[in-house]
């Protein structure tokens, strides 16, 4: 058996940190030059990066759980020490985790071109991205893209040859890089072709963060609650500016006077499901975020934890 605790110290949770962006220098307990690689699968790519550059810092972002668990026995195999992953759609969590001028480099490979048109907005390097890129890397910091695609690698050229913050290079037919992924050898050897792009930040972009700054818990104490303007909030959606957020479904504990929301909140195109605890306590009630999930405490979730309260005051 692996030692979990070993693989799990790899594993950075945003949700708990109370100020955004993070202090990187301090996760790491160093001053060096970060590097990023977004969807790195099971993660032999970044190990072997990690492991032969010890003076950078890595950090990863993947959406699945077993590849997030893969990447950190590498590690942890290899005693790897300057890398850490992250859960979660790093187009938006980028923009909130990083200062600006923080990243040396950006590295994607192989990633899903979402070929058809109606999810054209899924594909990774889209403009308000790019943008975002143009905060957090450092003047001279470096995209790297690797594909297979040959239209898609082109498509991602004419998007940053766009963009007055970066400076493309031409694409790079069947390029060769002294570490591949195990796509990319499979894929030498069957003669597939592969596409390399690479552009550097030679201007500075500044973008709206969604969080920024000290992120405090909230919670609200009210005296009594009104049962049924609780119950009419379900499938309420509840807007406010860029802030909106629905409730999608109530769970009752009659028996020890508590109640359970599932609520989805956004903030801009920052979207969120979680639970909001509503219990009584000796002289009161007290309506918070749930600790079975933890959201990233933008103003949507804020929001929606204010709102309800003041809704279902009696």
Same mark, same amino acid.
């Given at each position: 058996?692996?030692?979990?605790?070993?693989?799990?110290?790899?594993?950075?949770?945003?949700?708990?940190?109370?100020?955004?962006?993070?202090?990187?220098?301090?996760?790491?307990?160093?001053?060096?030059?970060?590097?990023?690689?977004?969807?790195?699968?099971?993660?032999?790519?970044?190990?072997?990066?990690?492991?032969?550059?010890?003076?950078?810092?890595?950090?990863?972002?993947?959406?699945?759980?077993?590849?997030?668990?893969?990447?950190?026995?590498?590690?942890?195999?290899?005693?790897?020490?300057?890398?850490?992953?992250?859960?979660?759609?790093?187009?938006?969590?980028?923009?909130?985790?990083?200062?600006?001028?923080?990243?040396?480099?950006?590295?994607?490979?192989?990633?899903?071109?979402?070929?058809?048109?109606?999810?054209?907005?899924?594909?990774?390097?889209?403009?308000?991205?790019?943008?975002?890129?143009?905060?957090?890397?450092?003047?001279?910091?470096?995209?790297?893209?690797?594909?297979?695609?040959?239209?898609?690698?082109?498509?991602?050229?004419?998007?940053?040859?766009?963009?007055?913050?970066?400076?493309?290079?031409?694409?790079?037919?069947?390029?060769?890089?002294?570490? /591949? %992924? *195990?796509?990319? =050898?499979?894929?030498?050897?069957?003669?597939?072709?592969? #596409?390399?792009?690479? +552009?550097? @930040?030679?201007?500075?972009?500044?973008?709206?963060?969604?969080?920024?700054?000290?992120?405090?818990?909230?919670?609200?104490?009210?005296?009594?609650?009104?049962?049924?303007?609780?119950?009419?909030?379900?499938?309420?959606?509840?807007?406010?500016?860029?802030?909106?957020?629905?409730?999608?479904?109530?769970?009752?504990?009659?028996?020890?006077?508590?109640?359970?929301?599932?609520?989805?909140?956004?903030?801009?195109?920052?979207?969120?499901?979680?639970?909001?605890?509503?219990?009584? /306590? %000796? *002289?009161?009630? =007290?309506?918070?975020?749930?600790?079975?999930?933890?959201? #990233?405490?933008?103003? +949507?979730? @804020?929001?929606?934890?204010?709102?309800?309260?003041?809704?279902?005051?009696?």
């Amino acid at each position: 058996m692996h030692d979990k605790i070993g693989v799990l110290k790899y594993f950075i949770k945003p949700q708990y940190y109370d100020i955004y962006p993070l202090n990187w220098n301090e996760i790491f307990g160093n001053k060096r030059k970060i590097y990023v690689e977004i969807g790195f699968g099971s993660g032999e790519y970044m190990a072997a990066l990690a492991k032969e550059n010890p003076d950078i810092n890595f950090i990863g972002f993947e959406t699945s759980l077993t590849a997030l668990y893969k990447a950190q026995i590498k590690f942890h195999k290899n005693n790897i020490k300057n890398a850490r992953v992250i859960q979660g759609d790093a187009r938006l969590l980028i923009r909130e985790l990083f200062p600006s001028n923080s990243i040396s480099k950006l590295i994607v490979n192989f990633p899903c071109p979402w070929p058809k048109e109606r999810h054209k907005e899924r594909r990774i390097f889209i403009t308000s991205f790019i943008n975002t890129l143009a905060d957090v890397l450092k003047k001279g910091g470096i995209i790297e893209l690797a594909t297979d695609v040959d239209w898609y690698a082109q498509e991602v050229y004419n998007n940053f040859k766009k963009s007055e913050f970066f400076e493309p290079e031409k694409i790079i037919e069947n390029f060769n890089r002294p570490i /591949k %992924t *195990k796509y990319e =050898l499979k894929w030498d050897k069957e003669g597939r072709n592969k #596409y390399l792009f690479i +552009a550097k @930040k030679i201007k500075h972009n500044k973008v709206k963060r969604v969080l920024e700054g000290v992120s405090e818990l909230p919670h609200k104490n009210i005296r009594d609650i009104n049962i049924e303007k609780l119950k009419e909030l379900k499938d309420n959606h509840i807007k406010e500016n860029n802030l909106s957020f629905t409730v999608n479904s109530i769970y009752e504990d009659l028996l020890n006077d508590r109640f359970l929301l599932k609520v989805v909140s956004t903030d801009n195109d920052f979207m969120q499901q979680y639970y909001i605890s509503i219990y009584k /306590k %000796t *002289k009161d009630w =007290l309506v918070k975020l749930d600790s079975t999930t933890i959201p #990233y405490r933008t103003p +949507a979730v @804020k929001f929606s934890v204010y709102k309800i309260a003041e809704l279902i005051e009696k």
